[in-house]
């Protein structure tokens, strides 16, 4: 700044603002929403972020300097979260942006191998999950923006979702994750499945058809973690539903979220999804479930959860788009009652105006383009769903000169319903529009009333479609049990979500391979610890093979547990501790108990006096996570569950400094007779003076007690 002037620089911020803010132009509201307008329309323009010096050198992700040639270089990039409303709201008034932003993603991939999943000044950090950057390209080439190499773009595209991370080998190989492989294993796959609808839609535009048609098929692969009984998306452990189920649960199977708030994310296939839920009706029905259910959020404590209605979470990026799902049911009325609301009372003009993180723009992003009258639920289809403008009148000055221009009649405060529309002086009676039709200039009127309006938009052609093509999927069965543990015998049963697919089935031989796979028709017989394999078929098309081990367990053994289990890590309940299965470092699987601050004390009853070998617990220790050793275990004998005696007191001798994941068996080698046995393992106390967070209480994890 040579001539320096602080007045003069601030007018020039003011008048640069000020035309940024002005490509969107709006009357009427009350001012406190136009100042939340404009406060969010800002919000939305502060990243990403310009990332290179004067004379266009950056520092690259692979650590070297590099000069941008015919772009800007930008960083920033929170993709999880602004991929759904962020960058769908700037493909419409910022498109050399956006453009910029693509060849941004595509020199990061140049450079480290990769495009940015949630890239911070030249580094991924990889906190979010899925590969976001896909649909922002692919909603800005439907839209028009598609000024750059679009072979270098759909390389990048497949090799992020063909490469070994998080979960993508099993994904490509099963159908789905379960969480053996990755954790947050049901979130991955929803989200990953629509991120290849992407892939899908951009290799047919540009003339890839065997990259088309492979990307399709795993767009619908969401449908392997869709449960029938529960109408759910629900985590598995191999081939078998987590057990037990709570659909309010935030944990280690979902991305800071529960069941709810992933069961209606396959936004690139709604129409297969309603069919799912048994209808239009059917979906709706659900769909109200999640915005009244008087159900609370269980599991754990996740502070991004923010925003309820029912179990909806406005203040997380996850739910955003299905209060518009009810435009796709018929039922437009519905959409508008609660897009109304969320406007009206999620986003006061006040300091504590967010109702949850703000994401790199998100939140706001959501509240512009829903003050204006419509949403992005699909981005990547250039189609946007209706529902109520909270303004007057809104004016979109387009980058092309043209100008798209929303109108409310007989708009006031509790006139929100939508009555009818005009687009460029002609009715509408779908309840979505095109991007094209902002595009091109012109203009959208809503007709609002004060009452539901029952004929606009309830037509099957008027309602927004998302379908996938699934001649040539076919879904992995699964077992519909509650348990794949047995005390004696088990009747195994499998089930399909088509009726009309043939489910198959193989028993474990006694050198480990399979068996010959048998057409499944009705509940077999199993009496021993045994894998089972599966996999449907239909139509000469199979599905992936998927199994699940079930393991017969001692039938001579109970425990009481006196402590209090933590409520997000049970292992289905007390019987996992003495189902003889020992876990592995892998904790996120479900298969350990957590006491979390407390010694874990428990009782087991050999039903009767019997000589005594070997006691001891199996332990798991992950010090980063907060998961520490025991400090010792006590042992104490009884016949009679009322006197006890010592027994054994085993010391753990590993310390904090083996951060892990490890586990290990903590016992002795005993003689005694005894029918009762007490355990009670030490806490490991509180974490060390190196952890980020010392001094906090430890979770003390266990999955087996061992007496032999």
């Not at 409303?85 to 910029?100: G, K, M």
């Not at 497949?158 to 969480?179: C, H, V």
């Not at 999804?273 to 659900?286: I, N, P, Q, R, T």
């Not at 479609?465 to 069965?477: E, G, Y």
């Amino acid at each position: 700044m040579p001539d320096w002037n602080f007045n003069k620089v601030k007018d020039a911020a003011t008048a640069a603002w000020n035309k940024e803010l002005s490509k969107i132009a709006v009357s009427g509201g009350t001012p406190d929403q136009q100042v939340a307008f404009y406060t969010a329309l800002y919000h939305t323009m502060l990243a990403p972020n310009i990332y290179t010096d004067v004379n266009g050198e950056y520092r690259g992700t692979d650590g070297e300097v590099h000069k941008a040639e015919g772009f800007t270089n930008y960083t920033v990039f929170s993709l999880w979260d602004t991929h759904r409303a962020l960058h769908p709201l700037h493909s419409i008034i910022h498109r050399q942006r956006t453009l910029n932003w693509i060849n941004t993603f595509l020199v990061q991939y140049q450079h480290g191998g990769m495009m940015p999943v949630w890239e911070l000044s030249g580094n991924e950090t990889f906190c979010m999950i899925g590969y976001h950057a896909v649909p922002v390209i692919v909603d800005a080439y439907k839209n028009g923006i598609r000024d750059f190499d679009t072979k270098l773009a759909l390389k990048a595209m497949t090799d992020y979702a063909e490469s070994n991370r998080y979960g993508l080998p099993a994904y490509m190989k099963q159908g789905f994750i379960s969480n053996e492989d990755d954790h947050e294993s049901a979130s991955k796959t929803v989200e990953y499945a629509y991120d290849d609808w992407c892939i899908a839609q951009f290799a047919q535009w540009t003339g890839n058809d065997e990259v088309y048609k492979k990307y399709l098929n795993r767009s619908l692969q969401y449908r392997n973690l869709f449960d029938p009984r529960t109408k759910h998306i629900r985590g598995k452990v191999q081939g078998f539903w987590y057990q037990p189920f709570d659909a309010a649960e935030v944990n280690n199977f979902f991305t800071e979220g529960n069941a709810w708030h992933y069961s209606f994310t396959a936004q690139q296939d709604i129409d297969g999804l309603k069919k799912l839920y048994g209808g239009s009706e059917a979906f709706a029905k659900k769909l109200e479930e999640l915005f009244t259910t008087s159900t609370k959020l269980s599991g754990r404590e996740q502070a991004d959860v923010t925003g309820l209605i029912g179990q909806y979470a406005h203040g997380n990026e996850p739910s955003h788009h299905m209060a518009y799902l009810f435009n796709y049911a018929g039922k437009p009325w519905r959409t508008q009652e609660l897009v109304h609301q969320i406007c009206t009372e999620f986003y006061p003009n006040n300091p504590d105006g967010l109702i949850g993180n703000e994401d790199c723009g998100q939140m706001s992003a959501w509240f512009v383009l829903s003050a204006m009258g419509f949403y992005p639920v699909t981005p990547g289809s250039g189609e946007y769903a209706l529902g109520t403008p909270l303004f007057d009148e809104v004016i979109l000055h387009l980058e092309n000169g043209k100008s798209f221009i929303i109108k409310a009649k007989n708009r006031k405060k509790e006139n929100f319903y939508v009555e009818d529309v005009l687009l460029n002086d002609k009715k509408n009676t779908a309840t979505f529009i095109q991007h094209s039709d902002i595009a091109n200039g012109g203009e959208l009127v809503f007709t609002m009333d004060n009452k539901p309006g029952k004929t606009w938009g309830v037509a099957e052609k008027d309602m927004p479609h998302s379908v996938v093509n699934d001649d040539q999927f076919v879904a992995v069965p699964f077992f519909d049990m509650e348990s794949y543990k047995f005390k004696t015998t088990a009747a195994v049963q499998l089930k399909h979500i088509d009726a009309a697919a043939d489910s198959y089935y193989s028993v474990e031989q006694e050198d480990g391979s399979n068996g010959e796979f048998i057409r499944y028709t009705k509940p077999f017989t199993i009496d021993k610890t045994i894998r089972v394999t599966i996999y449907a078929e239909k139509n000469g098309i199979k599905s992936p093979v998927t199994y699940r081990k079930f393991y017969k367990i001692p039938a001579d053994i109970s425990i009481t547990v006196l402590s209090e289990v933590h409520p997000m890590y049970t292992a289905g309940g007390k019987e996992a501790l003495i189902d003889g299965i020992t876990g592995t470092e892998n904790w996120k699987t479900g298969d350990w108990q957590s006491y979390y601050a407390k010694d874990f004390e428990a009782i087991l009853d050999l039903q009767k006096e019997k000589p005594l070998q070997y006691v001891g617990v199996h332990v798991l220790q992950d010090v980063s996570p907060w998961i520490v050793y025991p400090k010792e275990v006590i042992f104490e004998r009884s016949n009679d569950g009322k006197n006890w005696q010592p027994l054994t007191i085993v010391k753990n001798n590993v310390g904090t400094d083996i951060k892990g994941p490890v586990h290990q068996q903590i016992g002795a080698a005993v003689t005694a007779n005894a029918r009762y046995v007490k355990v009670k393992a030490i806490s490991g106390g509180s974490l060390p003076a190196w952890h980020e967070s010392a001094g906090y209480p430890s979770h003390l994890f266990i999955d087996e007690v061992l007496i032999r």
